[in-house]
């Protein structure tokens, strides 16, 4: 997207782009749009902060400057809505407002190949592992907050990451991973770990998460287990892991063995 207008964003514009986001839901589908935001638990997209951009302190915007946000779609139907209106957008020259800043969407990309950020796949590409990797390095580009009843933790606890990841999986797979699996998830070990806790600034309160670099080990003699984690991390780069994904928390990708 493309300022349209100079100005800054005192407090975390992932929130901001939620709202927009939402606003565009509703002039396509309001009957979705209020289902959505009514449904605490469940949220089937993300929808990032501005890529590339510090989310602990204010975002200068600066006019005529390009400028990239992600969402991911877990539904067809919340895809087809959105994708909808943001071609429209496009063509029609629509300025979208995030916190009194004016935008214009220049740019729509889908494939990796256009972006280390967009990629599409089914549920069958995410069963079919051809190479089972036994130590996966997920790199968590924005604060991650994993819930713990009323409190959050603020480190990378596999059993919380992996059950995160299945729960979310299962809601929108037609093709569902025994949650009997759950049970083996702290037999996940971290053989490598670099993480920073970062502190989000929302409208009213403020939230505390990791980012960084995680690498999980699993037993070379558990191969069910393996599978289970490669494919979920392979989907975590679509639904996000943890709390408020679908505000831009929480985004998170495999990285593979030649980054």
């Not at 602990?56 to 994708?83: G, H, Q, W």
């Not at 713990?148 to 480190?155: A, I, K, T």
């Amino acid at each position: 997207m493309t300022a349209l207008n100079s100005g800054i964003i005192f407090t975390y514009p992932g929130e901001k782009i939620h709202g927009m986001f939402f606003s565009i839901l509703k002039m396509n589908n309001s009957e979705l749009a209020k289902k959505l935001h009514d449904n605490i638990g469940h949220k089937p997209f993300t929808v990032s902060s501005f890529l590339g951009k510090k989310v602990d302190k204010p975002l200068v915007i600066e006019k005529e400057k390009l400028y990239y946000i992600r969402m991911t779609f877990l539904e067809d139907n919340v895809f087809n809505s959105i994708a909808i209106n943001m071609f429209k957008n496009k063509f029609d020259k629509k300025k979208l407002d995030i916190d009194n800043i004016k935008f214009l969407v220049t740019k729509l990309y889908f494939h990796e190949k256009q972006s280390k950020w967009a990629g599409i796949t089914t549920e069958e590409e995410l069963f079919k592992i051809d190479n089972v990797k036994n130590e996966i390095k997920l790199r968590f580009y924005t604060p991650t907050l994993l819930k713990v009843e009323n409190d959050c933790l603020y480190y990378p606890k596999p059993e919380k990451v992996f059950g995160d990841l299945l729960k979310k999986f299962n809601r929108v797979s037609s093709k569902k991973i025994k949650e009997e699996i759950i049970k083996d998830f702290n037999e996940i070990k971290i053989s490598n770990m670099k993480i920073y806790k970062k502190k989000v600034y929302m409208s009213n309160y403020y939230l505390k998460g990791f980012v960084g670099d995680v690498v999980f080990s699993v037993d070379r003699n558990n191969n069910t287990l393996a599978k289970i984690v490669n494919l979920l991390s392979k989907f975590a780069f679509f639904s996000g892991v943890g709390y408020k994904t679908a505000m831009g928390l929480g985004q998170v990708k495999d990285l593979k063995e030649d980054t």
